[in-house]
Structure formats: C-alpha cells, structure tokens
C-alpha cells in the first residue's frame, strides 16, 4: 500500500520545500536590512513585468531545461551526473567549431549541426566517466567532478592559445559570422504581431529546449529503453535478472545526459553571445541539478522549475541593480532549493506521511 | 636552477599544500565512517570567511581560527542531520553545503564590510604569522646583519637553505596539519573508536549489533570533518593570504578529495598525494622554473588539471585500485 497519494508526491512535497527555501531566503534577506515583500516584488517586476524581463527569464529557463533535463535522464539510471558544467563547456567548444569554421547557408541548417557538434562535444566528454562507472565502476559523481575541473582547464587553453583570434585580447573566439545569428524571441514574433523586446536574449533555442522536454518524456515512459533506463535505476540487480545490460544502460543514460548538457550551447553560446567566451556556462551545469531535483525528474516539473529558476537569476539580477542585496542572494536560494527537495527530502516526506496515514485511519 | 630555488618550491609546496592536507584528513574522517562528503569545499569557504571576518574585527587570529572552525562545524552539522538524521542523499547534501557557502559569504561579507564581498585585509595580529625556529636564517637575522634576507640565504650553506627556507618560517597552522597526520593514523588504527569508525564505515550493522551507535559514531566522524575543515579555511585566510576574498577555496576541497581517493583512504599516503599536488600548485605559479627543467613551455592549465586527471586514472584502476569504503554514501537503516 502507498503511504500517501501520488498528487502529494509529486506537488505537496517540492511545494513545502519550495516554501521553506522561500522563508527561509526571506530571513536572509530581513537580516542584511532589507524587505522580503520589497525584494520580491523588485524580482516579479524585473523578470515578469515586461517583455525585456521575460526575455531574461525565458532564456536563462532555456539553459536550466537543457541542464535540468540532463541530470533526470541520469538520475532515472540511478546516476548523479554532477558534471553538466563541463559537458556544457565541450558543448560550447562543439558550437565554436562548427560555426567558425564552415561557411553554412543558412541559420537553420547551421542549427541542425550545432546542436548536433554540442550534443557530440557534451557526449564525448560524459562517455569517459560513463565507460569508467559501467566497466570499472568508479564513482560517476567522483569522475565527473574530475571531469569538469579537466573541462575549465581544456577550455582556458583551447581559448588563450588555439581559438583566440589574431591580436585578439581577451580569452574568446572571433565573433561567428552573420549566418549563424539564430532570430530571437523578438524577430519570431513580430510577423504575428507581437512586440517582444529587442534587446532579450531569448531566441529559437527555447523551441529546441522545449522539444527536448517532449522527447526525454517520450524516451522515458514510452520506449523500450526508458523502460530498461527506469528499471535499471530502481533496482540494479532486478534489471540484470531481467537481462538488462548494465554497462550498455549506463552507458547510453550518461550519454544522453551529456548530448543534452551539450546542447545548451546552442542557447547561451549561438544564441547569445554569438562567440565562445571563457565563463560561458555561468553554473548553469550545476543548477540543472537543482531544477532536477525541484521538477521530480519529470521533464513537465524540470520545465516548471526551469522557468522558476530563470525567474529567479533575471530577479537576482534586478535586485542586485536596484539593492543592496548581491546576486549571490540566487545561489543561497538554489543551496537551500537543493538542500531541502534533495538532502533533506525526508525531513518533509516523514511527517507528511504520517499525517496521511493518519487521515486514513480515521476514514477506515 | 640552483639549489635554492628547488628549496623555495618546495617550500610553498608545503605552504599550498597545508590546506589540501587538513582537508584532506577531514574527509578521511568522514568517508571512513561511511559518509560521504564533496562538501569540503564549502566548509573550507565558510571557515576562511568567518575566520578572516572575526578575525579583522576582533584583531585576533586565534579567535578567526575559532570562528572558522564554529562556521565550519554548523554546516558539518547540517550535513549530519541531512545524512544520518534523515538518511537523504549524501551527495545533494554536499552540493547544497558547497552552494550555500558560496552564497551566504559573499551575501555576509557585502552586509558586514560592504567592500564587495570582501573582508578588510588583516593586520599583523588578526594572521597567524610565520615562526621562526632557532638557528634559522630570518627577518630578525637580516635585519640585524643590516642587509637583505636574499642575500644573506644565497650565501649560506645548503642545509642551513634547506632549514631556513622549508623547515622554519611556516605558520602555527602548518605544523598543527603535520603534526595532524600522525594524530589521525593513530587515532584511526591504534584506537579503539579508530576501530569502530573504520567499522561503521564497512559494516555499520555489525556495528549495531555491537551495540555501539551508529548515529553517534557517524555524527563524531563528521564532527571532526568539520573541525578540520575549519582549520583548513582559517589557513587559507588568515594565513596563506590576508583576508577573505569570494570564492577563495578555488577548488582546493575537490583536489583534496581527488588526494584522498590517490591516497585511497590512509593517512601518511594522503600526506604524500596532497605535497605531490601541493607541488603541482607551487610550479604553476612558477612557469620559469619549469621552462628550465624541461627546456620547453609547460602548459600552466596542464599542471592545474594534472590533479584531476591522475585522479581519474587512479579511479579507473589503472595503477593500484582504490576501493572505497564499503558502507559509503549508504544511509544506515536499522532492521526492525
């Protein structure tokens, strides 16, 4: 018998995190001085108060859905992947590569191919740590930290020595050229008459994000291999029994993690800065976790958390501009958003079902 | 390269590694008894902060060193409770810690000293500063002799280079982190909660059916983790460097687990992994020296990442196998 009811599971439980992470932010934010009511309302109006504000909102969402939505397929084989950071940085290197170096026609096919050079670049970089857990079984979360302070360390040489263009100063690639520029949310709307600024950065990889979500869903609860994936990951030696193959199904779930960490780039590094910059991933590996975590591992929750979470970084931003409150503020509220939905899980689980199951008694 | 440089490199690889090392130790604690910890990192981070902020308004290092380990075990605490308490993932419980210190510093820092995240740099008495030993060629020395400390380590014998420049002149907290090596291997195998520890860490219920607790083994293994830890981040800001700046760790509580995986959980070879990286630290910062050596440009990244990367090689097994501890990362439920 279930001790509670899925709705509980699934909505109850990450909204009384969310709650507590929200109060408790609240208190932080009462004792440097400042008003929680004042800071909120700065935040909805910075990130939703205007097209500009949810143009921020939306493109920092479309980065958090590709990252998110890694770290669930990983986490539905039983594994953490904790190295979306640099699996995003490879990402990012795929893209450079590909829009620098081949004359493309078009934005769309240039797209095509990006995404799919970041895909490999991510996947590339997440297949080591997956080989090492399938076949040697070396701690996947271990490798990965490994592996993303490896990916900083290729990226700052590949940056300062191979790709910084002639007489370049800073540590970045040469601008990609026009044909590659991907229409932001500004140029896809207009034709229908909508008005969406023109400074956000918001643009077409949002659509890719967004199908994304439908296609991990579909893999997930609708093929053979979501199947073997969901198996695997409750329970390792019932999957054996049942014939599954351990090295191929962590193999294939890291992979696929790490194509989708990679496929951020075509966000933050085609989309956006339109060239390839040292910072480029902005810890956008990391909250992926947290968005995970926040949205059950299920792509509607990740996208529900995606958005939640670029809501807060376009409102972190805006509070830093208007207050004394830093942008760190975010990063508090993402530790205490992990803390709670992830680590501390039981503390709300325990006490919840007991009430449940007392109200069950009383019906019986 | 003369004898003189090697004995300086040397020297701040001891120096860069003394934090790594007292990390190091920590999670040799903790993953001992079966916990898990990636959360070095923010404990170190908060320490350094609560140490360099105390420590700036107090003018006191000793009372920094304090502060910093209290920070410090306030977050070893809510690892515990997240862990032990309410059996949740180790490793989210970790990440949080890492990101929540990262916040909350800075977020303090601005509140308290409003120079950007910042702490005031430290005078003179809020650092713990280098001791001389006896016999040792020092400032007092140069400034007696009227001439410059360099000049007068260049004239003296190799021994007495290699005793003035390695063995003296280091802080307090250099040698406590030595002295912390031999302490840990005793405490681990020549004590009967060394003895435990390591049990609950392999086999907590046969620990429970000891009747020996758990939870208590565990919460003082992570006790000392974070006593640890807060020794480390106080180095790193009253110590290494004067004053706290955001995100000072830079890393240093992950090349300290990638030290205790290379050490594979023992106490004298995590002294030797963290020196070796501590090493790796100390040529970064001195590329001219590894252009001689070589006779051609060693990649600065390289060397940073060489950490990382032997580790993943120790990892995969290729060279010796490092088996965790059994019970790891596993919340201990009791049968009923």
Redesign the interface.
């Known amino acids: 018998m279930e001790k509670m009811p899925k709705w509980a599971d699934v909505v109850l439980i990450p909204l009384i995190s969310l709650l507590l992470a929200a109060g408790l932010s609240a208190l ?1 934010i009462l ?3 400042e008003s929680p009511t004042e800071a909120l309302n700065l935040m909805i109006e910075g990130a939703l108060g205007s097209t500009y504000g949810w143009g921020y909102t939306l493109y920092y969402a479309t980065n958090f859905l590709f990252t998110g939505l890694a770290v669930a397929v990983a986490y539905h084989a039983g594994l ?1 992947n ?1 190295g979306g950071e640099g699996q995003a940085m490879l990402g990012g290197l795929g893209v450079a590569y590909a829009c620098l170096f081949i004359p493309w026609p078009h934005w769309t096919v240039a797209l095509l191919f990006a995404s799919v050079a970041a895909a490999l670049f991510g996947a590339a970089w997440a297949a ?2 997956a080989y ?1 857990q399938a076949k ?4 996947v ?3 990965t ?3 993303n ?2 990916a900083a ?2 990226l ?2 590949m940056l ?2 191979i790709l910084k263009p002639e007489g370049g100063f800073d540590p970045a690639t040469a601008r990609f050229p026009d044909a590659v520029h991907l229409p932001s949310l500004h140029e896809i709307l207009l034709p229908l008459g909508i008005n969406f600024s023109k400074n956000a950065p918001a643009n077409v990889s949002l659509l890719v994000a967004l199908a994304a979500c439908v296609l991990v869903w579909l893999l997930i609860w609708r093929t053979w291999l979501g199947y073997e994936i969901r198996s695997y990951g409750k329970s390792e030696t019932g999957a054996r029994y049942a014939g599954m193959s351990p090295v191929k199904i962590t193999m294939i779930a890291m992979l696929i993690s790490g194509a989708l960490c990679g496929m951020m780039a075509i966000n933050n590094v085609m989309g956006e800065a339109e060239r390839l910059v040292l910072n480029a991933t902005e810890g956008a590996g ?1 909250i992926g ?1 947290a968005v995970a ?1 926040m949205g059950r591992n299920h792509p509607f929750g990740v996208f529900l958390a995606a958005i939640l979470f670029g809501f807060l970084y376009q409102g972190g931003a805006e509070l830093a501009l208007w207050t ?3 942008r ?9 958003v ?2 709670f939905t ?6 709300v689980r ?1 006490p919840l079902e007991k009430i449940f199951i007392a109200l069950r008694k009383e019906k019986a | 390269m003369d004898f003189l440089t090697l004995i300086q490199i040397f020297d701040s690889s001891v120096r860069l590694a003394t934090p790594l090392l007292l990390a190091c130790l920590a999670g040799l604690f903790s993953e001992r008894a079966g916990i898990f910890d990636i959360g070095l990192e923010g404990k170190m981070l908060m320490a350094a902060f609560f140490s360099a902020a105390i420590a700036a308004t107090t003018g006191n290092a000793w009372l920094g060193l304090l502060a910093g380990i209290g920070s410090s075990l306030v977050l070893a605490a809510l690892h515990g409770v997240a862990s032990i308490t309410f059996r949740g993932n180790q490793l989210i419980s970790g990440v949080a810690i890492n990101f929540l210190a990262v916040g909350l510093t800075v977020l303090i820092a601005q509140d308290w000293f409003q120079q950007g995240g910042r702490t005031p740099s430290l005078l003179d008495g809020g650092r713990f500063s280098p001791i001389e030993l006896p016999f040792a060629i020092g400032p007092t020395e140069a400034e007696a002799a009227g001439r410059p400390l360099s000049r007068l380590l260049a004239e003296a014998g190799p021994l007495q280079q290699a005793y003035s420049e390695l063995i003296s002149g280091h802080s307090v907290l250099v040698y406590l982190s030595l002295l912390a090596v031999p302490l840990t291997a005793w405490v681990l195998f020549g004590t009967r909660f060394g003895l435990r520890l390591r049990a609950v860490g392999e086999n907590p219920a046969a620990v429970d059916t000891a009747g020996v607790s758990v939870v208590g083994l565990r919460f003082a293994a992570v006790g000392i983790c974070g006593i640890l830890c807060g020794i480390a981040g106080a180095y790193l800001s009253t110590a290494l460097q004067a004053g706290f700046v955001k995100e000072m760790s830079a890393g240093r509580g992950f090349i300290a687990l990638a030290a205790l995986i290379f050490a594979k959980w023992r106490p004298w070879y995590a002294l030797g992994a963290c020196l070796l990286f501590g090493l790796f630290q100390a040529l970064e910062l001195r590329p001219d020296v590894l252009e001689a050596i070589f006779q051609t440009k060693i990649q600065g990244q390289l060397l940073g990442a060489l950490p990382y990367i032997m580790t993943v090689v120790i990892l995969a097994g290729f060279v010796g196998k490092a088996v965790p501890p059994k019970a790891g990362g596993e919340p201990y439920v009791k049968e009923r």
């Open positions: 932080v004792a440097i001085g953490f904790i080591i740590p090492l040697r079984g070396s701690h979360v271990i490798t930290i490994m592996f302070f490896i360390a290729l700052n040489y300062v020595n990391f976790i975590l004394s409150i830093p760190e503020l975010i990063v508090v509220i993402q530790a205490l992990i803390l992830g680590a501390l899980d039981n503390m325990m």
